[in-house]
Nanobody, 115 residues
Framework: QVQLVESGGNLVQAGGSLRLSCEAS????????MRWFRQAPGKQRELVAD???????NYATAAKGRFTISRDNGKNTVYLQMKSLEPEDTAVYYC?????????WGQGTQVTVSS
């Protein structure tokens, strides 16, 4: 059974930082492409960042320069370090995994940025 469990969401003031974590089980984590998505109220879910098995990263325009995705294969965990947070970053953040042609989602963690 595949599980992706996100944590680290919180209420933070504008300009603050948060680190989200997503621990995976049930997959061979080191070969999976891992992604962070977010969904704000009334908006479509959007890709924030992804990291491939070899560590190649990709960021949405809104995330470049402020967010950093990383992975620890020894802990089966992917991280999203977020800094200089803005109210527009308020959303539910979801972890996503591509593994053996299957795609998996976590339950999400709420990030709220107050102005």
């Amino acid at each position: 059974q595949v599980q992706l469990v996100e944590s680290g969401g919180n209420l933070v003031q504008a300009g603050g930082s948060l680190r989200l974590s997503c621990e995976a089980s049930g997959i061979i984590f080191r070969v999976a492409t891992m992604r962070w998505f977010r969904q704000a109220p009334g908006k479509q879910r959007e890709l924030v960042a992804d990291i491939t098995r070899d560590g190649t990263t990709n960021y949405a325009t809104a995330a470049k320069g402020r967010f950093t995705i990383s992975r620890d294969n020894g802990k089966n965990t992917v991280y999203l370090q977020m800094k200089s947070l803005e109210p527009e970053d308020t959303a539910v953040y979801y972890c996503n995994a591509d593994f053996e042609v299957q795609n998996y989602w976590g339950q999400g963690t709420q990030v709220t940025v107050s102005s």
